[in-house]
Structure formats: C-alpha cells, structure tokens
C-alpha cells in the first residue's frame, strides 16, 4: 500500500492554557475526497492550518510525502502587495505549472485578472483565492470554507471543478449539500480528538448521532459503577490486609479519574425569538415596481405579494441586486416606478450579513443590552445577559470581552443574538450561514419553522433554502425577477420542465382550500426531494400526540360509563363530553396529518 500523501499523528495544540486538540490524527491519500466537521473552535481551521505547514503543533508528527504539491485556501486571503489579481493568482504557481490556467480559473470565476485588490469585495477576494489555490492542480488542496461569500452559480461550479479533479482534497464547509456530493470520508474533531468515518458527509450524522447516544449509555454506566464502588467503600469497610479490597479502591480511584478527565460534550444552542403581536394578512404587496442605478436595471416590473406566514427566498449572482430588492420590499428604499404597500402592525427585525451592526469596541453585554444594565428582555421576560449568552455558546466570562475579539462564527451567533431578543414579526436575513457551524445551522432551522412571523431570506445555501422557504424569488438577469414556489430544488426543477408555477397561484389555490400556503412545494407541481424540517419534526411528535389523546380518551370514556355521574355532577359530565368530543376530533385531525406524512415519507423513499 503507497504511503499518504499526507499525515498527521497524535497532534496536540494548547491555546491559552485550554487543550485544543488532544492526539488529532488526518490521513490523506491519492484522491482522497475528506470533510473535516466539527463545533465552531473545536479546531478544524487550526489543524488544516497544521495540515498546510503553517502552525506548528506543540506535540506530534506531520509528514508530507516527498515531491507532493500542497495548495491551501484560508478563510481570510490577504492580496495585499499584488498589483492585480492575475499577480497574486500566478505568484501562486510553480516552475512546471501552466502560467495560462491562472487567467483560465479567474475568468471562470467572473473576473478578468486586471482587477485591483483593494477594490474588491468579499465575494470576489474569495474567488481570486480559489483561483490561486486551484491553478496549480496540487496533489493535496485544503480548502477551509470555500463556498463562503460565493454566490449560486460560483458554487456549482467549484463544485463540478473540484468533482473532476484527480487529486486528493480536504474540506471544512457548512453547505451541506457542497459536502455529501464531494465528499468520501468524514472526520470529525469532537473534544480535541478526531474520529474518521469512511463514507462522505451524507451519512455523518446518523453516525454520529449512534456514537453520542453509546457514549452516554456508557456515562450512564460508569456512573452506577462508581455510586456502587461509594457505596461499597463506606459502607462495606475496607480490610487493608487483603490485597484484593486495596485494588478495587484503586479501580474506583481510577473510575473517579476517568470522569474527571472526560470532556464533555459542548452545550446545544438555544435559540428563542421574541415574537411581537401578530401582522396584518398582507404583509407586502408591490405593484409593478423598478429600480435602476445609472443604466442599470436592478429591478423591473415586479409585481409580488406576501402574505402572513411566508417564507420568501431571494436567490441570485452577487451584484444582481438582492440585497437592493431586501430595501425595497422593506421600504427602507423607495421605487423609481410602482407602488409598494406594507401591513399593518409590522415589526421588522433586520440581519444583516456584513455583521457592520456591531461595535467592536464594545463588549458582548453592552452589545445585548444596549448599555443598559444586565438584563435581556426576551419573549417577554427578563433574562440576565450571561444567562441569555450561554443559549448561544458563548461563556460567561466572554461578557466583558470585545466584539473585536470573536471569531467569524461567534461574530454570527452574537448577531442572530441580537435580533433574536427583539421583538418582530417580520424577520428580513441576509446570508444568515455564513461562518455558523452545521449545529447552530440546525437549531436555526429549527426557530424559522417554527417562527410564527413571516421571513425574508437571502442565501446562497442550498439545502437550508429546501428546508425553510415556500417559495423563491430568483433573479432571471436585466431586472428581472421570478418567484416559483416551494425551495430551491423545486425551482431548478420547474426551470427544467420550463413550467414555472408563479407562487400567487399557489396562493389562489390556498385560499379556495386547496393547500396551506406553509405546504411548501404547493399541489400540482414538482415535489419536494425532501420532507421539510417542519414535516420530520411532525413525524416525530405526532404518534405521541395520538397516543396522548386516546389515553385521555380512554381516560374520559371511563369516566362518562359511570351511570351515577350525571345525577351525581351534572357540570362534570357535560365537561368530560366535551372534553371527550374537543379529543376526538384532534386525534382524527392528527392522524390524518401523520398518514399523509408518512404516505409523502414513503414516495420520497421510493423515488431514491
């Protein structure tokens, strides 16, 4: 078997006094297609940094295979010195390389290699960064968020270049569907050590769902082990003359050792949203709107009404004006042409991608508060501030800390902090993934669904667009703009099938009773290719629900065969037959939700 083109072993890395990572090991060979997942400061970026020769960890061995080429993308590229992009991209490259895929990888990218670093944005120093570290075609390429800042089509195309590549890459991500169709193995860091998985990304969380629940089952043991082993110490005596009591005091020594040495698994965040009073039905309506800035066009003609309860995606290439359409539908910008008609009772909750909101001079609780004592008001209740930032992750000694010390993805998680303890009942996000971990990415999730206001969300991702919006409006090119209903695969499939289905249909057919405007994909058009987080949480909860509600059924059939209770409490039975019927009725209601579920769960299974 030839050697890895690249190994790390046993590495070990302290920050600060804490233990980072703790006997890390990574392994790559020849076309190798690995993710590296893990919490947001588990460590992933510092051992690709490892990986790329650029740390130095305190304890172990990196071994790079003689005369094999490494390329690593970091999370924050810095073009400074480079006159152009093309001169950073080709500083990139070797003696043997093809000075021509430099120019061939910017254009592909948008870019024309002339463009001056210190103009670009964010989106686009990503993209001279991938130029750079794709050109040369290494042997290993470490890629730390690559899709970050990149818009839809940049995406598919990294990942069709990277699916036709022949040699082996690493890969940190929180796109989930970027990682199950590029990757092979999974590594995850958990508590400073890496378990590796040998299949991609699609089956890691089923995996390590089973590995968490084991690990507790043997918590759980060790725990009785030790309370048995106390028991035994104070109550049974010890006889210092037999050898065999002194070990089993020495094994419950080490018992005691070993729980206080395990790490144990970093909190869940919490995440709650204040929600205001109900909107009005009508949340916006535009009529015939356009906007353009010079010759421009950003928008043209767009007619759109969203109602109550709605999830609008907004998808489209940086620079075609989503960020512009987010103004204009919020009215914080007005039309050139149209008109443009906002609810009544709105409150509209604003986060925005650049993170610009926040001070960093300031710290985490002046930042929650407001600068105004220790409390947060959230859901209607008061919370003290580090009480409210541990439902983040955050801990309680990072009250006092900057802003300007946290990470990317703390920075991202203070944000959805703040606009969270707001009150809102119209929640306008603008690339709310960016930097989180794929965890908090499901708590998120989570907290749309179940969010009784009305979203407007901008994305570039993919999978959390299938799995929280009704419908998307995506920019067609010269102003133009489409909304199809249900997420984003839905409308690559009815652009396939060119057959649209505008979402106001989907409307029309909901209020003649035909299907909820929360349904998703709508009736009559191509289905979802997945049950909506929403529709899993349901499957899980309703057999309880029903179960629930034919006990108590039972419970007040009982009750009401009794012949004596009417004479004897007339109140009370005419209360159990209401109760009984109000009980009926939910459990018809519930089981006819879980059937058709359970039908939609078993064609999806079908179809794959």
Same mark, same amino acid.
């Given at each position: 078997?030839?050697?890895?083109?690249?190994?790390?072993?046993?590495? =070990?890395?302290?920050?600060?006094?804490?233990?980072?990572?703790?006997?890390?090991?990574?392994?790559?060979?020849?076309?190798?297609?690995?993710?590296?997942?893990?919490?947001?400061?588990?460590?992933?970026?510092?051992?690709?940094? !490892?990986?790329?020769?650029?740390?130095?960890?305190?304890?172990?061995?990196?071994?790079?295979?003689?005369?094999? +080429?490494?390329?690593?993308?970091?999370?924050?590229?810095?073009?400074?010195?480079?006159?152009?992009?093309?001169?950073?991209?080709?500083?990139?490259?070797?003696?043997?390389?093809?000075?021509?895929?430099?120019?061939?990888?910017?254009?592909?990218?948008?870019?024309?290699?002339?463009?001056?670093?210190?103009?670009?944005?964010?989106?686009?120093?990503?993209?001279?960064?991938?130029?750079?570290?794709?050109?040369?075609?290494?042997?290993?390429?470490?890629?730390?968020?690559?899709?970050?800042?990149?818009?839809?089509?940049?995406?598919?195309?990294?990942?069709?270049?990277?699916?036709?590549?022949?040699?082996?890459?690493?890969?940190?991500?929180?796109?989930?569907?970027?990682?199950?169709?590029?990757?092979?193995?999974?590594?995850?860091?958990?508590?400073?050590?890496?378990?590796?998985?040998?299949?991609?990304?699609?089956?890691?969380?089923?995996?390590?769902?089973?590995?968490?629940?084991?690990?507790?089952?043997?918590? =759980?043991?060790?725990?009785?082990? !030790?309370?048995?082993?106390?028991?035994?110490?104070?109550?049974?005596?010890?006889?210092?003359?037999?050898?065999?009591?002194?070990?089993?005091?020495?094994?419950?020594?080490?018992?005691?050792?070993?729980?206080?040495?395990?790490?144990?698994?970093?909190?869940?965040?919490?995440?709650?949203?204040?929600?205001?009073?109900?909107?009005?039905?009508?949340?916006?309506?535009?009529?015939?709107?356009?906007?353009?800035?010079?010759?421009?066009?950003?928008?043209?003609?767009?007619?759109?009404?969203?109602?109550?309860?709605?999830?609008?995606?907004?998808?489209?290439?940086?620079?075609?004006?989503?960020?512009?359409?987010?103004?204009?539908?919020?009215?914080?910008?007005?039309?050139?042409?149209?008109?443009?008609?906002?609810?009544?009772?709105?409150?509209?909750?604003?986060?925005?991608?650049?993170?610009?909101?926040?001070?960093?001079?300031?710290?985490?609780?002046?930042?929650?508060?407001?600068?105004?004592?220790?409390?947060?008001?959230?859901?209607?209740?008061?919370?003290?501030?580090? +009480?409210?930032?541990?439902?983040?992750?955050?801990?309680?000694?990072?009250?006092?800390?900057?802003?300007?010390?946290?990470?990317?993805?703390?920075?991202?998680?203070?944000?959805?902090?703040?606009?969270?303890?707001?009150?809102?009942?119209?929640?306008?996000?603008?690339?709310?993934?960016?930097?989180?971990?794929?965890?908090?990415?499901?708590?998120?999730?989570?907290?749309?669904?179940?969010?009784?206001?009305?979203?407007?969300?901008?994305?570039?991702?993919?999978?959390?667009?299938?799995? !929280?919006?009704? +419908?998307?409006?995506?920019?067609?090119?010269?102003?133009?703009?489409?909304?199809?209903?249900?997420?984003?695969?839905?409308?690559?499939?009815?652009?396939?099938?060119?057959?649209?289905?505008?979402?106001?249909?989907?409307?029309?057919?909901?209020?003649?009773?035909?299907?909820?405007?929360?349904?998703?994909?709508?009736?009559?058009?191509?289905?979802?290719?997945?049950?909506?987080?929403?529709?899993?949480?349901?499957?899980?909860?309703?057999?309880?629900?029903?179960?629930?509600?034919?006990?108590?059924?039972?419970?007040?059939?009982?009750?009401?065969?009794?012949?004596?209770?009417?004479?004897?409490?007339?109140?009370?039975?005419?209360?159990?037959?209401?109760?009984?019927?109000?009980?009926?009725?939910?459990?018809?209601?519930?089981?006819?939700?879980?059937?058709?579920?359970?039908?939609?769960?078993?064609?999806?299974?079908?179809?794959?």
């Amino acid at each position: 078997m030839a050697a890895p083109l690249l190994s790390l072993r046993d590495i =070990h890395l302290t920050f600060g006094g804490t233990p980072l990572l703790t006997g890390a090991d990574l392994l790559v060979a020849e076309n190798d297609r690995i993710c590296l997942v893990g919490r947001n400061g588990s460590g992933k970026s510092t051992l690709m940094k !490892i990986a790329a020769g650029l740390v130095e960890s305190d304890r172990g061995e990196r071994v790079l295979r003689q005369g094999t +080429s490494l390329r690593y993308l970091p999370q924050e590229p810095d073009l400074a010195g480079f006159a152009t992009t093309l001169a950073y991209v080709e500083a990139g490259l070797g003696p043997a390389d093809d000075r021509h895929q430099a120019r061939r990888h910017l254009e592909a990218l948008g870019l024309s290699g002339d463009e001056e670093p210190q103009r670009l944005s964010g989106g686009e120093v990503r993209r001279v960064a991938l130029a750079r570290a794709l050109a040369p075609a290494p042997d290993v390429l470490l890629l730390d968020e690559p899709t970050n800042h990149l818009d839809l089509p940049a995406i598919e195309w990294l990942e069709s270049e990277l699916a036709s590549r022949r040699g082996a890459v690493v890969l940190i991500s929180h796109d989930r569907r970027f990682l199950q169709r590029l990757t092979r193995t999974t590594i995850w860091i958990d508590r400073g050590l890496t378990r590796r998985l040998s299949r991609g990304f699609g089956e890691f969380e089923a995996w390590r769902d089973d590995l968490l629940a084991r690990e507790a089952e043997e918590a =759980h043991k060790l725990e009785r082990k !030790i309370a048995s082993e106390m028991d035994w110490l104070y109550y049974g005596g010890i006889t210092a003359r037999r050898r065999r009591n002194q070990g089993r005091v020495a094994a419950l020594e080490g018992m005691r050792q070993q729980r206080r040495e395990a790490r144990s698994v970093q909190g869940r965040a919490r995440m709650v949203v204040s929600e205001s009073e109900t909107s009005g039905r009508l949340v916006i309506e535009a009529e015939g709107i356009s906007k353009q800035f010079g010759d421009r066009p950003i928008v043209a003609d767009l007619s759109l009404k969203v109602l109550r309860g709605d999830r609008l995606g907004i998808v489209g290439a940086n620079g075609a004006g989503k960020t512009t359409l987010l103004n204009l539908l919020t009215g914080q910008l007005a039309p050139d042409r149209g008109t443009l008609k906002l609810g009544t009772r709105l409150e509209i909750v604003t986060l925005d991608q650049t993170r610009e909101s926040l001070d960093p001079e300031a710290s985490l609780a002046e930042t929650l508060t407001g600068g105004r004592g220790d409390t947060v008001r959230v859901g209607g209740q008061s919370r003290h501030v580090a +009480s409210y930032m541990k439902d983040f992750l955050f801990l309680p000694e990072q009250a006092r800390s900057p802003v300007k010390v946290l990470s990317g993805g703390e920075r991202a998680r203070l944000m959805l902090a703040c606009a969270f303890a707001r009150p809102s009942n119209v929640l306008v996000i603008d690339e709310p993934t960016n930097d989180l971990d794929l965890e908090t990415l499901d708590l998120l999730q989570e907290l749309l669904a179940d969010y009784q206001g009305t979203v407007l969300l901008v994305s570039h991702d993919r999978d959390f667009l299938d799995r !929280i919006v009704t +419908s998307v409006l995506a920019a067609e090119g010269e102003g133009r703009w489409q909304e199809y209903a249900g997420g984003y695969s839905d409308m690559q499939a009815q652009r396939a099938g060119n057959a649209p289905e505008p979402a106001a249909a989907r409307r029309k057919e909901a209020a003649q009773g035909g299907v909820s405007s929360e349904a998703g994909a709508g009736s009559g058009v191509t289905s979802p290719a997945k049950l909506s987080f929403k529709e899993k949480r349901a499957l899980d909860l309703l057999p309880e629900r029903m179960a629930a509600l034919e006990a108590e059924i039972d419970t007040l059939k009982g009750r009401l065969a009794d012949t004596s209770l009417y004479a004897r409490d007339p109140a009370a039975f005419k209360s159990a037959a209401a109760r009984l019927e109000a009980c009926s009725a939910e459990l018809a209601t519930a089981e006819e939700e879980w059937l058709a579920l359970e039908i939609k769960r078993e064609e999806l299974a079908t179809r794959k």
